[in-house]
Structure formats: C-alpha cells, structure tokens
C-alpha cells in the first residue's frame, strides 16, 4: 500500500491489540491475543512480541513510519516505562526498549507510550465522539479503568503520560474495598469488569450453566431483568457518576466519552450512570453533562496510540494533534 502508516498498541488487563493506521485514521490491519496478566514479565512481552510478528506479515508494515503505545496504567512516557496495576509482572517493564529492540520494528521507528485511557481520548477526538470538542473527558471501563482528558482542544497527556487516570479516584474513603494499588475504595473497585462480576456473583447471582461469570454475563441478566445484576451495574454506574463529577468540578466538560470492553454494555451501564450523575453533578457548570459511548468502540486506543505516535513524525500525512504538558 501507498503512503505513511502508523503503527499502534494497545495493551490491557484483558487483551493485547496491535494495529496499523493510514493517515485518514483507518484502521488496516489488526491482530489481538489474550492477555498473560497472571504470567511473567516475559510471557507478557512474548505475547505482545507475537502482536507485532502477526502486523509485521501486512504488506503496510513496509511504510510504518512510527509506532505508538497505550497501555494500562500507571506508565511513565519519559522513561518509556509501564507498571499496570492489573498486570503483577511488569514494574517499571522497559516496554519502550523491549518494543524497539524487536526485530521487526524498522530501525529508526522511535516508540511512544501513554495509558491506554489517554490513547482513547486522542482516536475519539481525532476521529470519534469527541471530535471537535474543546474539552472532553475520554474512560475506559474494562477489566480497569483508565481516562484521559482533552482540555482546550489539546490531549493532555500529563508529565508521565497518566494524566486523567480517573480509575483511582477514590470515590469511598470509609468503607470501600483495597484497590490493588494500594489506596481504597478506588473507582475501579466499583465498576471495572472484574468488580461487576464479582459483586453480583456475592450478591447471589449465578451465571447459566456453561457460562463463566463476566461482566457481558452480569450485562445479559441484568438485561433479562435480573435484579442482582441490575444493582451490580447501578453500583458501578454510581461510582463512575461521583469520580466523573469530581473531574468536571475541577476542569470543566463539555463532553465524557466511555468505551473499553464493560462500556459495550450499552444502556444497561449507561442509563444508571447517568441517572447518577444527575444527582452529583449540581453546579451549574457541570450540570446536564452529555455522557456518550465511544464512537471507534474498542479500536478507540489502537487509533488514539497512532495519533499519539504521529505527534512526533515530522512528515506529511496525519494532523497535528497537539500534547499540552503542565
């Protein structure tokens, strides 16, 4: 194929996705495998290895001009380092050397990485719900939560590249469960998939036979009118209510956009979310927020890392998307 082609991961608790991107924001190749959370660091990086070997086979590969990185949380773009709360493997992973090292990635193709939250705020602005708006809040609601903000038309990215991180909003200071990283009652406690599922699951909800307790399962039942599994979802939708709240309060939205594997989900955590938000959000200026689901769906981050990445690339092709640090 002809012209410029940006290369994209994104990297999560869940799933590994790699992607390579034209300079219209289309995605033209792309290849997943499941995530080794529980492995060793070096699993986790075989996998992503093999992401790359199954993009390098696409006849693009020849004109990859650069390569971005999203990846769960925390990370550290400076350092080119990923410590994902969800994945107890990598601290401080040299994610950016392993990746550059690769013997597919062309010489000269410098890595960039950012959380994955961050990632998807960028491909919805360039390309999805969010375009054209000034200030936007852009949530990843998987099996962790991640956001990232536009704020006066620009991706703030933050020092470190975590900037938004609104999974670890603490929304129960007294009461809430121990976050894995260390604080309590965080976000992610509340409305990741795993707490959904596990929530409902201790609320008495059982799964159908043959059918292993996720939170797209929690999401069918609830659908079905299960009331174990609608509260599991009102829960979540609670917490994602007070934490979005909290960041208009201190940045002023115009928009939120919600993707990531949970949000497919629909209405069912929609509606709930909303609702709550109603009752948080009660200064004038954060009230009547729009909440609306991810436009790009899951392809989000893949298409956010490859803007993300051409922020660098002095070529022609892709729009400048700008990065404001503090």
């Not at 998939?193 to 059982?206: K, M, P, R």
């Not at 709930?272 to 909440?291: C, E, I, M, Q, S």
């Not at 051409?310 to 998307?321: F, N, T, W």
């Amino acid at each position: 194929m002809d012209g410029l082609v940006y290369g994209a991961l994104d990297i999560g608790g869940t799933k590994i996705a790699g992607g390579l991107v034209d300079t219209d924001g289309h995605l033209v190749a792309r290849s997943q495998c499941a995530t080794p959370a529980h492995g060793t660091a070096e699993e986790m990086m075989a996998a992503v290895a093999a992401v790359l070997d199954d993009l390098a086979v696409h006849p693009g590969w020849k004109s990859l001009s650069c390569l971005g990185i999203g990846s769960a949380g925390p990370v550290d773009t400076v350092a080119g380092t990923v410590s994902p709360v969800n994945i107890p493997a990598w601290r401080a992973f040299p994610l950016v050397d392993r990746v550059r090292a690769h013997p597919r990635v062309p010489r000269g193709v410098e890595p960039v990485v950012v959380g994955d939250a961050v990632a998807m705020a960028a491909g919805e602005h360039w390309k999805g719900a969010a375009r054209g708006v000034d200030n936007a809040l852009g949530m990843v609601v998987s099996t962790g939560i991640g956001g990232g903000l536009i704020l006066n038309g620009a991706l703030y990215a933050g020092l470190s590249g975590n900037a938004g991180h609104i999974g670890h909003i603490t929304v129960d200071h007294i009461g809430g469960p121990e976050c894995p990283c260390g604080a309590r009652g965080c976000v992610e406690r509340f409305a990741s998939g795993t707490a959904i599922a596990a929530h409902a699951v201790e609320s008495g909800w059982v799964p159908p036979a043959g059918v292993e307790p996720t939170a797209a399962a929690v999401a069918d039942a609830a659908r079905t009118g299960d009331p174990r599994a609608a509260a599991a979802y009102d829960r979540a939708g609670r917490a994602l209510a007070a934490a979005i709240a909290a960041t208009a309060a201190l940045v002023e939205l115009d928009l939120v956009v919600v993707g990531g594997g949970v949000a497919q989900a629909g209405t069912t955590l929609l509606a709930p979310l909303r609702r709550h938000l109603a009752d948080y959000a009660v200064l004038d200026f954060t009230r009547n927020l729009p909440v609306v689901p991810a436009k790009l769906a899951t392809d989000a981050g893949l298409i956010g890392a490859a803007a993300v990445a051409g922020l660098s690339h002095s070529g022609r092709g892709m729009p400048r998307l700008p990065v404001v640090h503090p």
